[in-house]
C-alpha cells in the first residue's frame, strides 16, 4: 500500500494535502481497497463551512456507503466533478485524480493534530 510521506492523514482514513490555506482532501489507498469497487461519490456540501469531523460527503461502493468526514474546519471550495462520471478514479488514483475536495481552511492550529504517514501506517498495521 502507498502512503506519501508529504500528506497528512485522519483516523477515518483520508488524506490531507496542505498547500497554504487550502486543503485537497480524499481517501486513502488503505480505505479504497477496504471499500472495493467504488461506484458514487456524493459531495453536497461545497460552499458550506463545516466543523472538523463533519460528515462533507458519502462514498459510495457495491458493498457500502461509507461517511466522508472533514478532516479541519473550513470552507468546501471545490468538489471533484471528474468523480460523478468516473467514480473509479478513487480506486485507481487515489492520491491523485481521485481527490473529492478542497477546503479553505479555517483554523491552522488543527493541523497539528493530523496524523504523519508513518503514524497512519501505524494506525493501519502496514
Do not use: C, R
Not at 77 to 88: A, G
Not at 98 to 125: H, P, T
Amino acid at each position: 500500500m502507498n502512503f506519501p510521506s508529504e500528506l497528512k492523514y485522519t483516523k477515518d482514513h483520508e488524506w490531507v494535502k496542505i498547500e497554504g490555506d487550502t486543503a485537497t482532501v480524499g481517501i486513502t489507498d488503505f480505505a479504497q481497497k477496504e471499500l472495493g469497487d467504488i461506484v458514487y461519490v456524493e459531495v453536497e456540501t461545497v460552499d458550506e463551512s463545516l466543523d472538523k469531523d463533519e460528515v462533507f460527503g458519502t462514498v459510495e461502493a457495491v458493498k457500502t456507503v461509507s461517511d466522508l468526514f472533514l478532516p479541519l474546519t473550513g470552507e468546501i471550495i471545490e468538489f471533484n466533478s471528474d468523480l460523478e462520471d468516473e467514480p473509479e478514479k478513487v480506486n485507481t488514483d487515489p492520491y491523485g485524480e481521485g481527490w473529492m475536495v478542497k477546503i479553505k481552511i479555517s483554523d491552522s492550529s488543527e493541523i497539528e493534530s493530523l496524523l504523519d504517514n508513518e503514524a497512519y501506517k501505524e494506525l493501519v498495521g502496514a
